[in-house]
């Protein structure tokens, strides 16, 4: 199982080489990480997801908290929070393939950004599983590029 | 010290540094540390050992601390002398002992331009510090000096690292002591959970069969009156790692001595066979508990840690405590006072202890090539210092017999590199030691391959007049390795055997010290008492039979009731 940590640290040079470098010692993976600042500017806010079955989460967040400057982390969980991503997709768009991927843009509510003759680039926010699901309908009309931002996300209620 | 004083950054630190107490420290000077040493050479309370390698000052400042409980400091210049204290900052990280090392850093504007003498040591000791800072302001010294030293000292000690820009010591700034943190993120855990002690207590309180399984942390939080009450109290049998030899006197009936890959017959069994495992401080580190799945396998565990991580990293407790192990102890001996307790419980396990004690004790052959017993060295060594010296080591097969064959009997007796085994710890680190504990007799015990890889500081202890006694454990062979090569390896002894030896007792006249060799027996007292009475560094040369093992021993990875070694003197059987 996927879990999503949002972990609140010290807007501090070095922080995050600190995070990721306990991440690469400790032998876990990141499956995605975004950062910045939080609603405090002394802080910032990191989510990060890992694979919870590779990795004992019990450990990975007692390592984190550690470092001394991480604040808090929060495993949270994704009935009781809100999780976004912004994905950025270039795809082959011509004749009927242009119309067809036009149709799957807007099913997924995402936004033409970038437009030629030959294709067209998409930007679409979601979790992770509905730009899993968008980038599968798209592949067939031929994927050229893609850029994710990973995961950011918030507990419902209480702040994260 | 004037509040808000102007003064250079250099000077700030010596300021910073002798505010926290700091009265000695260990380092090597470069370029950009010129400005620190400059101001150094007007300090008047802060006193500075030159030594001769980096690494030197790295572990010599970790055998200070260790010994007496007090941060130890080091520090080198830029690029290649920082790098030289990794291995020292790495082995204090790995045995959490408080040291803070302050490394100097070419100019600010300079960084990142590969200049002259620049490494990236922030960068490099990033996965083996407890927390590490590079200074870019002067005005933030005092405070991050203050923060650095709480930081290794308290929690789970360890080594922080200072990076400091020659601009940053040549900057004036406002200097004030500091003495408030600002470390949102930093608030160790020091008392347990009091339900959780409550259900410990009771659990100890039921046990037919409980072991205390002591560790560092035993140490580290100044705990052995404490235990000694609990261990009393329910008479709970001790068995120690090697990073808690001292916590609990050798001398009393109820201590099993090491457990582990070289532990005891009766240490190890005891753990197999106990139905209630009592960790205080301890990390199931590999070296003790051989294969994980198959250790104290009957057992339900309490884990005791100040470092929420290392419960359940290994072993998953059927009681976590996260505490200290001083709070928690003094803890659950006021819970066990109020509970009823009859000794019937566990009359018959600790008679069954006492016979495995007296069954399988540690034992040697006189050595067949005519030469020493390095045992025999060690037990002579223990008998002289009346069990009252502080005992440093480097790391092999004397490191072993020096745990087998010493009697410890108070904390901060066993200087030692636990969890990164570094070879070359020994020697600088019995020098910071004895600074430390100056009235103490400081013996570092080596091998002949592990005092080779720092000897240069035996000029350390003849220029500062610091008499440690060495005792070099001469096989002719990196012996551990060698041991592994002829139980594992069909005796096929690679590049084990070091054939081209300097003569130590030369060398140590060389150095200025005194040089003693010893093939004899008879010669081990008198060497012994001329070593300890002449109140100077002093190297004795132990020729130690070629190929004795350290028995017992548990194949790495094997349950540690599987021991080579460790039969009956007398009937030769097995526990």
């Known amino acids: 199982m996927k879990h999503t940590l949002s972990i609140l640290v010290e807007n501090k040079p070095g922080v995050l080489t600190r995070v990721a470098g306990l991440f690469a010692r400790r032998g876990f ?54 999780a976004a991503e912004l994905l950025l997709v270039r795809v082959a768009g011509e004749g009927e393939k242009r119309t067809e991927a036009l149709q799957i843009a807007e099913i997924f509510n995402a936004k033409i950004v970038d437009v030629d003759r030959r294709q067209l680039t998409l930007r679409v926010v979601g979790t992770n599983d509905k730009l899993e699901a968008l980038l599968e309908l798209l592949q067939p009309l031929g994927v050229l590029e893609v850029v994710r931002t990973g995961t950011i996300a918030l507990g419902r209620g209480r702040g994260g | 010290m004037t509040p808000d004083k102007r003064m250079k950054g250099s000077r700030a630190l010596v300021a910073a540094l002798e505010h926290e107490g700091c009265d000695v420290l260990f380092g090597y000077p470069g370029g950009v540390a010129i400005p620190f040493y400059d101001a150094l050479y007007d300090a008047k309370k802060l006193r500075h050992i030159l030594v001769r390698h980096e690494q030197g000052a790295a572990h010599a400042a970790d055998g200070y601390a260790r010994a007496t409980g007090r941060v130890g400091v080091c520090t080198a210049t830029s690029g290649p002398g920082a790098t030289n204290l990794v291995t020292g900052i790495a082995t204090a990280y790995l045995d959490s002992s408080p040291l803070v090392a302050i490394t100097w850093q070419v100019r600010s504007d300079l960084i990142g331009t590969d200049a002259f003498q620049e490494a990236d040591i922030t960068g490099i000791t990033l996965p083996i510090v407890k927390h590490s800072y590079l200074l870019k302001d002067t005005a933030d010294l005092a405070q991050t000096v203050h923060e650095a030293f709480h930081i290794a000292s308290t929690g789970r000690p360890g080594p922080v690292v200072i990076d400091i820009p020659v601009d940053v010591a040549l900057g004036e700034a406002a200097y004030h002591d500091a003495d408030s ?199 002579e060594i223990d008998r002289i210092t009346g069990h009252d010296a502080i005992v440093c080591t480097d790391v092999g097969q004397h490191q072993m017999w020096a745990t087998q064959h010493y009697t410890y009997t108070f904390p901060r007796q066993f200087v030692s590199s636990g969890g990164l085994g570094t070879m070359g710890f020994g020697l600088p680190a019995s020098i910071g030691a004895k600074i430390g504990n100056p009235d103490k007799t400081v013996i570092d015990i080596s091998g002949d391959g592990g005092f080779q890889m720092t000897m240069q500081e035996l000029a350390t202890a003849v220029s500062y007049d610091v008499p440690v006694v060495v005792c070099i454990l001469n096989n002719g062979y990196l012996g551990m390795v060698r041991q592994w090569q002829d139980l594992f390896w069909d005796k096929r002894y690679s590049f084990t055997c070091v054939e081209v030896q300097p003569d130590f007792k030369l060398l140590a006249e060389a150095f200025g010290a005194v040089g003693l060799t010893v093939t004899e027996k008879d010669e081990i007292e008198p ?31 094997q349950e540690i009731t599987e021991m080579i070694g460790g039969t009956s003197r007398k009937t030769r059987r097995k526990p």
Request: aromatic share 4%; proline share 7%; net charge negative.
């Open chain 1, 29 to 82: 993976n990141i499956e995605s990480l975004a950062v910045g600042l939080s609603e405090d500017p002394k802080f910032s806010r990191i989510t990060i997801v890992i694979d919870g079955d590779e990795h004992p989460v019990d450990q990975v967040t007692k390592q984190l908290h550690k470092l001394i400057n991480v604040l808090k982390i929060r495993d949270l969980d994704p009935g009781n929070a809100v």
């Open chain 2, 181 to 379: 943190l600002d470390l949102p993120g930093y608030k160790p855990t020091f008392r347990g959970h009091v339900k959780q002690v409550r259900a410990a207590a009771k659990a100890i309180n039921e046990a037919h069969r409980p072991v205390l399984y002591l560790g560092g942390g035993a140490i580290t939080s100044d705990a052995a009156p404490e235990i000694l009450k609990l261990a009393e109290l329910r008479r709970l049998p001790v068995a120690t790692t090697l990073m808690a030899l001292g916590a609990f006197p050798e001398t009393h009936e109820l201590s099993m001595g090491m457990l582990g890959m070289h532990g005891t017959v009766t240490a190890n069994y005891a753990v197999h066979e106990c139905d209630l495992l009592i960790n205080l401080g301890a990390r199931f580190d590999d070296r003790v508990t051989g294969k994980l799945k198959a250790f104290a396998p009957h057992a339900k565990v309490i884990h005791v840690d100040v470092d929420p991580a290392e419960i359940g990293k290994n072993v998953a407790p059927i009681i976590p405590i996260v505490g200290d192990v001083k709070h928690v102890t003094a803890g659950l001996v006021k819970e066990l006072q109020g509970m009823e307790w009859s000794p019937d419980l566990t009359a018959e396990w600790l008679a069954r202890i006492a016979e495995r004690k007296e069954e399988f004790p540690l034992h040697y052959e006189d050595p067949k090539d005519g030469k020493l017993a390095p045992q025999l060295v060690i037990q």
């Open chain 2, 527 to 557: 060497a012994l008492r001329e070593a300890i009475g002449n109140g100077r560094p002093t190297v004795i040369d132990f020729r130690t039979s070629a190929e004795e093992n350290v028995y017992p021993m548990v194949p790495a990875g």
